[in-house]
């Protein structure tokens, strides 16, 4: 039975102070029982003293990009070493990444391989522009992200998918859930190709683009859907701990 994770991507938000509430709000609040793992990703430079507020605590830290060189002349780069002492969790190929830092599949297949290297579980994003869905593209640039992105990667890791259609992200305009089971259904189908089944029935999959406390557990219902990766959502402490309670409402025991 695969563990029901919500994870929170607070993007380029938040300065020190509203970091740190944030995560003392969310520490206050959250129920260890919800059987749900919380991860949350805040800008790196909060990474040291978050990762300090949740020592001991349930809620894990993650990191929202990595460089994939170990280290040397790479300006404003951050490696997985550096972000091995403070993360557990890494989000690797954001659309975001993709669209405005140029990040391609095999750069990303980069990143996967030196955060893997340094014991970090990935959150390997992958998902559909607009244009791609309505040419009916989509299983077709989800598969090829995946094949590329996993290329040559051992199946001996910690991994997690999100699909994060393009469209919904921000939006306001969530896929439907059966629209996102469409495709995680691919995803996890293609992950058994790519690896085996047994690893693909293993693998968590979260779907990302405008998730609330409301439509939360539409999603969480499907079979092919273990969670739920949060933008605009997670910047506000109730807002998030609503979302994780409706995920523990019908989270697998
Ligand atoms: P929103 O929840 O704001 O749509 O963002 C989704 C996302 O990009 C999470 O990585």
Request: charged content about 25%; proline content about 2%.
């Amino acid at each position: 039975m695969i563990k029901t994770l919500i994870a929170a991507n607070w993007k380029m938000n938040t300065n020190f102070g509203e970091a740190q509430q944030l995560t003392r709000d969310l520490l206050s609040s959250i129920n260890d029982d919800a059987h749900v793992e919380t991860v949350i990703c805040p800008p790196f430079v909060y990474l040291q003293e978050i990762s300090k507020l949740l020592e001991g605590q349930s809620i894990k830290i993650g990191a929202q990009n990595v460089y994939f060189e170990e280290k040397g002349a790479y300006t404003g780069e951050i490696s997985s070493s550096m972000l091995s002492d403070f993360c557990e969790y890494v989000i690797i190929g954001h659309s975001e990444r993709r669209q405005f830092f140029g990040d391609t599949n095999e750069i990303v297949n980069k990143k996967l391989r030196s955060a893997i290297e340094h014991s970090l579980t990935p959150i390997l994003c992958v998902g559909e522009n607009l244009e791609e869905r309505e040419n009916g593209d989509a299983e077709h640039v989800v598969g090829a992200q995946l094949e590329e992105s996993l290329n040559n990667i051992e199946k001996t890791v910690n991994l997690v998918v999100a699909y994060e259609p393009v469209w919904a992200i921000g939006t306001g305009k969530a896929a439907t859930s059966d629209i996102a089971e469409d495709i995680m259904r691919f995803i996890r189908s293609k992950l058994a190709a790519i690896y085996d089944n047994t690893f693909a029935d293993n693998i968590t999959l979260l779907y990302g683009g405008s998730v609330t406390a409301d439509n939360v557990k539409d999603y969480l219902s499907q079979p092919n859907i273990n969670g739920a990766l949060v933008g605009g959502a997670s910047l506000d402490a109730q807002k998030f701990q609503d979302i994780i309670d409706k995920a523990g409402e019908v989270a697998p025991l």
